[in-house]
């Protein structure tokens, strides 16, 4: 009988952003690969797709209908491996999969950034710390992308069978990777930018925590001493307009491009001098992962995710969260010193092999064979094929 893996998140655009390429190693084994999400994205290496009408919030009443709808599927089809993402995705999946565990589906959950951690509202304690410490229990295995996620989940002993940390999901690093100091005056030059422009950049949706509000402050605060920065922030969102209506108040609306959602991002990044990150929480955020795969220096505003990949005064700086003049300062250091510049590029490169597609790989093959039977011969020929 084929075996059958079924993916869940709240939303369908999470598969194909981030696991694409673990659902093409199950097909490749000759599993059967599902989905169940909100929305109706075509995804490659699925067999069947489920629109299941999951909220991110966890108060809105669709999440009962999605709840229903997810245990229907979950108990009439013999699912080997349920592995869920995404805080709501994350709830719905292992309550409904609390039958089907007893008769040996094995659940994984990935926790892609608790929304408890050190400096988060006590709301998010009271409502999602006893929310996934309840359901840990009814966890196979736990994968958190964050030391300190991994060491909360431990330290509060929550009850899933095992609990492991990974790193993240994966950058490609042969999609994105470094170019030659002529390609890079070539690319800024079809992207209408000079060779002497100073180009920071920053790809997130214009949200609260994103706090890209934060970046058009500090861009003010140098314009007069780096005239030649262009701030480029790709992303939209429900704040997109109030960032553009401050680039105006401060006189800045020259020096910011507000470049929308983007799908060559890996173009755009290579000519860049600096990423900058604002965000106030990130669980291992893609978005540094990729500029440093492209060798830039970060500077980022200072919490778990981006602790996690920039070494202060390595590979870039850790900023407080309300520092606008210490964020400047490191912009203005790596501006004035192009050596210091190339040695933190540098660095990037050297750090991010560790959260390599490739590497992640291995590391996620590793726990999905513990769970995948007798299939050793042909489960090491695709791990090999895939490190």
Same mark, same amino acid.
Request: glycine residues 6%.
């Given at each position: 009988?084929?075996?059958?893996?079924?993916?869940?998140?709240?939303?369908?655009?999470?598969?194909?952003?981030?696991?694409?390429?673990?659902?093409?190693?199950?097909?490749?084994?000759?599993?059967?690969?599902?989905?169940?999400?909100?929305?109706?994205?075509?995804? %490659?290496?699925?067999?069947?797709?489920?629109?299941?009408?999951?909220? /991110? $919030? %966890?108060?809105? /009443?669709?999440?009962?209908?999605? =709840?229903?709808?997810?245990?229907?599927?979950?108990?009439? #089809?013999? #699912?080997?491996?349920?592995?869920?993402?995404? %805080?709501?995705?994350?709830?719905?999946?292992?309550?409904?999969?609390?039958?089907?565990?007893?008769?040996?589906?094995?659940?994984?959950?990935?926790?892609? @950034?608790?929304?408890?951690?050190?400096?988060? %509202?006590?709301?998010?304690?009271?409502?999602?710390?006893?929310?996934?410490?309840?359901?840990?229990?009814?966890?196979?295995?736990?994968?958190?992308?964050?030391?300190?996620? =991994?060491?909360?989940?431990?330290?509060?002993?929550?009850?899933?069978?095992?609990?492991?940390?990974?790193?993240?999901?994966?950058?490609?690093?042969? /999609?994105?990777?470094?170019?030659?100091?002529?390609?890079?005056?070539?690319?800024?030059? $079809?992207?209408?930018?000079?060779?002497?422009?100073?180009?920071?950049? =920053?790809?997130?949706?214009?949200?609260?925590?994103?706090?890209? +509000?934060?970046?058009?402050?500090?861009?003010?605060?140098?314009?007069?001493?780096?005239?030649?920065?262009?701030?480029?922030?790709?992303?939209?969102?429900?704040?997109?307009?109030?960032? *553009?209506?401050?680039?105006?108040?401060?006189?800045?609306?020259?020096?910011?491009?507000?470049?929308?959602?983007?799908?060559?991002?890996?173009?755009?990044?290579?000519?860049?001098?600096?990423?900058?990150?604002?965000?106030?929480?990130?669980?291992?955020?893609?978005?540094?992962?990729?500029?440093?795969?492209?060798?830039?220096?970060?500077?980022?505003?200072?919490?778990?995710?981006?602790?996690?990949?920039?070494?202060?005064?390595?590979? @870039?700086?850790?900023?407080?969260?309300?520092?606008?003049?210490?964020?400047?300062?490191?912009?203005?250091?790596?501006?004035?010193?192009? +050596?210091?510049?190339?040695?933190?590029? +540098?660095? $990037?490169?050297?750090?991010?092999?560790?959260?390599?597609?490739?590497?992640?790989?291995?590391?996620?093959?590793?726990? #999905?064979?513990?769970?995948?039977?007798?299939?050793?011969?042909?489960?090491?020929?695709?791990? *090999?094929?895939?490190?």
């Amino acid at each position: 009988m084929e075996k059958k893996i079924l993916f869940c998140a709240t939303v369908d655009y999470h598969f194909k952003a981030f696991h694409l390429p673990y659902m093409r190693w199950f097909k490749e084994q000759g599993w059967e690969v599902e989905v169940a999400a909100s929305g109706e994205m075509e995804l %490659p290496y699925t067999d069947r797709k489920y629109n299941i009408p999951i909220q /991110r $919030s %966890p108060f809105r /009443r669709e999440n009962i209908v999605a =709840y229903k709808m997810l245990k229907k599927i979950v108990d009439n #089809y013999d #699912y080997d491996i349920i592995h869920c993402h995404t %805080p709501l995705g994350g709830v719905l999946a292992r309550l409904a999969a609390r039958g089907q565990r007893k008769n040996g589906t094995k659940v994984i959950y990935t926790a892609h @950034g608790f929304h408890f951690c050190k400096g988060a %509202p006590l709301a998010n304690w009271m409502i999602y710390y006893p929310i996934e410490r309840f359901l840990s229990k009814y966890t196979d295995t736990l994968i958190t992308i964050n030391q300190e996620d =991994y060491q909360l989940a431990t330290k509060h002993r929550f009850h899933a069978g095992v609990i492991e940390h990974v790193h993240g999901v994966g950058v490609d690093t042969d /999609r994105f990777k470094p170019i030659t100091e002529k390609e890079k005056i070539e690319s800024r030059k $079809s992207f209408g930018y000079g060779a002497d422009d100073f180009l920071l950049f =920053y790809a997130a949706e214009f949200n609260k925590n994103k706090n890209q +509000e934060f970046l058009l402050h500090v861009l003010a605060s140098i314009k007069e001493k780096v005239p030649s920065a262009r701030l480029l922030l790709a992303g939209e969102g429900t704040l997109l307009e109030k960032c *553009r209506q401050l680039a105006r108040e401060l006189g800045i609306e020259h020096m910011v491009d507000f470049l929308g959602f983007r799908k060559d991002i890996d173009a755009i990044l290579p000519m860049c001098d600096v990423a900058v990150a604002s965000s106030l929480r990130e669980g291992l955020p893609v978005n540094i992962m990729e500029a440093m795969a492209c060798g830039l220096p970060v500077v980022a505003v200072d919490n778990r995710g981006h602790r996690e990949l920039v070494r202060n005064g390595e590979n @870039g700086y850790l900023i407080q969260r309300a520092d606008r003049t210490h964020f400047a300062d490191c912009i203005l250091k790596l501006f004035h010193s192009p +050596e210091l510049q190339q040695g933190q590029q +540098e660095k $990037s490169l050297e750090i991010i092999h560790l959260f390599s597609v490739h590497r992640v790989s291995k590391e996620l093959f590793s726990t #999905y064979s513990s769970y995948m039977g007798d299939e050793s011969e042909t489960k090491n020929k695709y791990h *090999r094929a895939y490190i």
